[in-house]
């Protein structure tokens, strides 16, 4: 089955700055790559998602870019704020079936 | 926010007793699913079902069995709970399947604890 390796696991920056999140995957029919956000007691919320057919995807802050060839994407946030203190999941998904494989979660801090 | 209902949302049970817990959405989606996540290894699927009376196997079923007789209800069962089986639950729908690129929308959680 598919492989999704997420790091860091732990992220702290300080208010403004941007932090990256890099997940890699191990199957290459694997063609939809969402980002979920996850806040404290609540249940994963999807902010950003990316097709193979794209290299990069932009909204607002938040931006993904994925490199089909070494299999990883990736997740920037630019002028970081506090609201975006939560624990991000990467995830794929194959072109057939139902299954999401999840990343193991990356707790993102940012100081005030 | 998406009309999704998990219940309950807490409970604690004792090794060997059997547990369900609830999904209940308002939003007619197709797909729905169950999740556990645990420290160390995100969300895993566990059960899924693409329509009424039409369920398939996860990731980590073992242990687990699941029955949709309504679009709206998707029932997640534990027949023996074991310690293994402490994890917080969420359910998840979706209107599209993962291959379409399917928008997830979660449930709030169940936290389930065996002793």
């Known amino acids: 089955g598919e492989n999704v390796e997420q790091h860091p696991s732990t992220l702290s920056v300080q208010e403004g700055d941007s932090a990256v999140i890099k997940c890699t995957y191990s199957?290459?029919?694997?063609?939809?790559f969402p980002w979920y956000k996850q806040e404290l007691g609540k249940g994963p919320q999807l902010i950003i998602d990316?097709?193979?057919?794209?290299g990069e995807k932009k909204d607002q802050r938040i931006a993904v870019t994925l490199n089909k060839t070494a299999k990883h994407f990736s997740l920037h946030i630019t002028e970081t704020q506090p609201e975006d203190s939560a624990v991000y999941f990467c995830?794929?998904?194959?072109?057939?079936?139902?299954?999401?494989?999840f990343g193991t979660g990356t707790s993102l801090t940012v100081i005030p | 926010d998406a009309g999704i209902t998990q219940s309950p949302r807490h409970k604690v049970t004792e090794t060997g007793t059997p547990v369900t817990l609830r999904c209940h959405q308002t939003?007619?989606?197709?797909?729905m699913y169950w999740y556990r996540q645990d420290p160390g290894h995100g969300l895993r699927l566990i059960h899924y079902?693409?329509?009424?009376?039409?369920?398939d196997k996860g990731e980590v079923s073992d242990g687990y069995s699941v029955s949709r007789s309504k679009t709206e209800d998707f029932l997640l069962t534990l027949e023996s709970a074991t310690s293994s089986q402490t994890s917080v639950y969420f359910c998840?729908?979706?209107?599209?399947?993962?291959?379409?690129?399917?928008?997830?929308?979660f449930g709030e959680g169940s936290r389930l604890t065996v002793l």
């Open positions: 995830a794929a998904s194959r072109p057939t079936g139902n299954q999401f494989y």
């Open positions: 998840a729908i979706s209107l599209l399947q993962g291959a379409q690129g399917g928008e997830l929308f």
């Open positions: 939003e007619n989606h197709r797909y």
């Open positions: 199957d290459s029919a694997s063609n939809y």
């Open positions: 079902s693409y329509g009424v009376k039409d369920t």
């Open positions: 990316i097709r193979s057919n794209v």
